[in-house]
DNA sequence: TGTACATCAGTGAACGCGCGTTCACTGATGTAC
DNA sequence: TGTACATCAGTGAACGCGCGTTCACTGATGTAC
């Protein structure tokens, strides 16, 4: 038991906390801003290993980070800001993830089911962050306006969705049933409320996340009717 | 201003909290149990009144109800068991509400369209209830066991509509796509989908409620498909 | 090359708050004698 | 009919906790002279 560090924090013996760090190596002058990224990286750990938003809390992303908690106030104004910020990357990251999802995919339809089935399994994986980025009332404009942005970073993915289906529509792959953003956000509707619902009554038996979006898809696609009532006037 | 009371409580002058009342009326022996009704009407009050899960506390369902907050643990083991109990009345409710909002029909499409017209609006009339109902993990089995049980409240409406659509089946109305069951589910993750999106993502520009789900039931009747792709290989 | 100094990255202690929960109690009310 | 008493429906004060946030500080580090 080689000590070549002087014993600053003697031994956390008794610590259960299961998301600690030892003190930090503080930044040399000038490069303060390392802190700032490391703390957004904390808040995103935090919800990807406890999965539940609440654990967010300066104190632990303090702790996570291995600095005292006011040192947050250095970077971020207040919590709201920090959590904004995190939830900024975390969505951005979010609509990487779905684009690289359907890289081989070259007709809109096939890039649609992957996305989907991409969407469904990312919440599956995170339910902590996929809580906080889709199923949290939004406090998510500070400075912004209330106005509708298809720049922000949580409409990204619903603006490449409506591009996919805009293009299949023009192929004459999908009827024109409506425009490509409402059809979008159908899109959307679907594949969210397959994830949130499982992630919200976890003792349903649910079918497999694969069975749910593949019927997912042939009842979008093709319905479920019997076309037989395809003219049919069920009010 | 006549008094016939005594000054017990002199004047909440200062009193900007919404959700008060005076202290209230002490229950006559044997009649406990009417404070136990009281705090279950209390918790969804506040559900409902103020729209937020969070601001259901101990102290805040005392003071609605006029009554300090060690009194309601007489009743309650504790919060959980509180909460608990509020949302098995508030899923036997819900259960009630769309049966009556579908009295009127007859055909099981009929009746599968004006629940899920109901559920939808239910969900945006009442946005604090359900969130707990349906966008929390589910702390909702204490004593229960984590299997399923189809008489378990918040199940009721799955296994209605699970019947309605095997109705719809052998009448021939709908194709046997899926097992009744899992066509359910999906149907519920459809206006789950769309209802707790819009009220997680407060500044998207939806359409409205009535588009949305007219627009769902459009989809999952006859598809998107253009119908020369019925057999379409999209992977 | 040496030193005084401004700057920067953080610390430590404390604040007030609301929370769930416990505990010993009070005082009205029905009941037994 | 009168009274002692057990029961019942609550109260009031306090606990320990974690929270967001503020404030005055410390001490390492780069820079100017």
Redesign the interface.
């Known amino acids: 038991m080689s000590q070549t560090e002087p014993a600053d924090h003697p031994a956390p013996s008794g610590n259960v906390v299961p998301l600690a760090a030892p003190r930090r190596v503080r930044a040399r002058r000038g490069e303060g801003e390392r802190l700032r990224e490391e703390i957004l990286d904390a808040v995103e750990r935090i919800l990807v290993e406890t999965g539940d938003a609440e654990q967010v809390s300066i104190r632990a992303v303090g702790q996570l980070v291995g600095v005292t908690a006011p040192s947050i106030y250095r970077h971020f104004s207040d919590k709201d800001v920090m959590v904004h910020e995190a939830c900024q990357r975390a969505y951005d990251r979010f609509d990487n993830y779905l684009n690289e999802s359907s890289a081989n ?1 070259t ?1 809109p ?2 890039v649609i ?2 996305q989907a089935l991409a969407y469904v399994r990312f919440a599956m994986d995170n ?1 902590g962050q996929y809580r906080v980025l ?5 406090p ?2 500070h400075d912004h306006s ?3 942005d298809p720049e922000r970073s ?2 990204k993915a ?1 603006v490449h969705i409506a591009h996919t289906v805009g293009a299949a529509i023009e192929l ?4 024109p ?2 425009d490509p953003m ?2 979008a ?2 899109l ?7 994830a ?2 499982r ?9 497999t996340v694969e ?2 979006v593949e ?2 898809f ?9 076309t037989s ?2 003219n ?1 006037s ?2």
């Open positions: 995919e007709d339809l096939s089911h992957a339910p889709f199923m949290k009332p939004a998510h404009h209330t106005s509708f949580e409409m619903l004459g792959v999908l009827r049933v409506a409402t059809l956000t159908m959307w509707s679907g594949v969210h409320g397959i949130s619902l992630l919200a009554m976890t003792d349903v038996p649910w079918p069975e749910q019927l997912l042939t009842l979008l696609a093709f319905g479920m009717c019997n009532g395809q049919s069920h009010q």
